[in-house]
């Protein structure tokens, strides 16, 4: 008797504004040769750029919602957790053994993901892939936060009322715009490495140590701040707060470094937190009329005090950005590299030889199983569950 092939499901995104699809057409082969089915909502992939005929052409089967919710594995850009008001609508079509992954915001969202467990789902939240070598492939945070990088660069470009690169020209020399970025993580060095590509000198920080090689091999300076983090990564490679005191310190110190410089580009956030403020009103009045402000940790609170979500403001002349979802601005690419991460994710962790049996003690399956059997069952989640039913 043939072995009717596990079904993956690829639903239509409905947070606001989220044009990404959680796979592309080319994906579809590599899974198919792993025994897997594929079946697409129509329109899915409409506003990356990835038509239904894409897909079919790839032997994805084109189906409704419902069809999708009754596949085995589902894969989402954005789970209920980061979807709250919208994704709550699916929370029926979910059934028990089914196995969702996607992003979850699970370390702020807790209570949405319990609704979901609720259900007898087994989610995996990509957000805690671990940051590992072989986990490398399905780190949806560096493909997201590469896109981020280079895409606030430009809009940093476009609304700075200057050129970036130096010009010498029969008029006279144009001097460079200076550009300083705040954390040297993977968006961090994206914005360093297209900032320079379009001629600007650019200056970075970052609290490691172990960034300034990183950044000086794109080029660019890492600003010396006379300070001492300790121990600034957690376990997972993932920033971690370093207390009131020491942020106060570098608020002061950032504040005379952004004085000279005319595009600020921040990027320092924690997961589970709220991003620390290192960008004062004070510093945005340091800054010359006409300078611009590209805060990447908008979606947590924000790196700049003046910051709003989503919105742009102007204050002492300095105009502030606070996108919270700028991979979304470039779906096509985006949807790409993550539905790479998701491919990967499966054939790892829960598909092998045809069969759907997750590795449950495989480091990277454990690292980001949310919940299992009706409950929630990740550490950090639980204790994030913990202190807001006490609080």
């Known amino acids: 008797m043939e072995t009717q092939a596990i079904t993956v499901g690829v639903a239509r995104e409905t947070f606001p504004g989220e044009t990404r699809i959680a796979l592309v057409p080319q994906c579809v082969p590599v899974l198919q040769s792993a025994g897997l089915g594929i079946v ?18 790839h032997g994805a089967t084109i189906g409704s919602r419902d069809e999708v919710f009754d596949a085995q594995v589902l894969l989402q850009v954005r789970t209920i957790g980061a979807n709250p008001e919208a994704g709550r609508a699916d929370l029926d079509r979910h059934r028990e053994g089914q196995i969702v992954v996607g992003m979850g ?38 493909s997201q936060s ?36 705040i954390g040297a993580g993977v968006a961090g060095l994206q914005s360093i490495a297209t900032a320079r590509r379009l001629g600007a000198m650019v200056e970075a920080y970052d609290v490691r140590p172990a960034a300034q090689e990183e950044v000086e091999s794109l080029g660019a300076k890492l600003v010396p701040l006379p300070l001492q983090p300790g121990d600034a990564e957690d376990a997972s490679g993932y920033a971690k707060e370093l207390g009131e005191a020491f942020y106060r310190r570098q608020q002061e110190h ?37 300078s611009v402000v590209v805060d990447l940790a908008a ?39 993550y539905a790479r991460n998701l491919m990967n994710f499966v054939k790892l962790a829960l598909v092998h030889d045809g069969v759907l049996e997750p590795a449950w003690e495989d480091e990277v399956v454990r690292a980001t199983l949310i919940a299992r059997d009706g409950e929630v069952v990740h550490p950090r989640v639980l204790a994030q569950l913990e202190e807001v039913a006490v609080s």
Do not use: W
Request: charged share 15%; net charge negative; aromatic share 4%.
């Open 146 to 181: 590469t896109i981020a990088g280079y895409k606030a660069v430009l809009m940093a470009a476009d609304r700075l009322p200057k050129l970036f690169p130096m010009l010498t020209t029969a008029a006279g020399t144009v001097a460079p715009a200076r550009v300083f970025v």
């Open 254 to 290: 950032l504040t005379r470094t952004v004085a000279g410089v005319d595009v600020v580009v921040a990027n320092a956030a924690i997961p589970g937190a709220l991003a620390p403020i290192l960008l004062t009103e004070e510093g945005v009045h340091a800054m010359a009329v006409g």
């Open 299 to 337: 979606a947590r609170g924000g790196n700049c005090a003046l910051t709003r979500p989503d919105e742009t403001v102007l204050e002492h002349g300095v105009t502030i950005y606070g996108p919270t979802n700028l991979p979304a601005t470039v779906p096509f690419h985006a949807s790409q590299l």
């Open 40 to 57: 697409v909502e129509a329109g899915a992939g409409d506003r990356a750029g990835y038509q239904d005929a894409a897909f079919v052409e």
């Open 105 to 142: 915001d699970p370390l702020s969202a807790g209570r949405d993901l319990v609704e979901l467990a609720t259900r007898g789902a087994t989610v995996f939240a990509m957000e805690l892939i671990p940051r590992i070598a072989r986990a490398q492939s399905m780190d949806v945070l560096s």
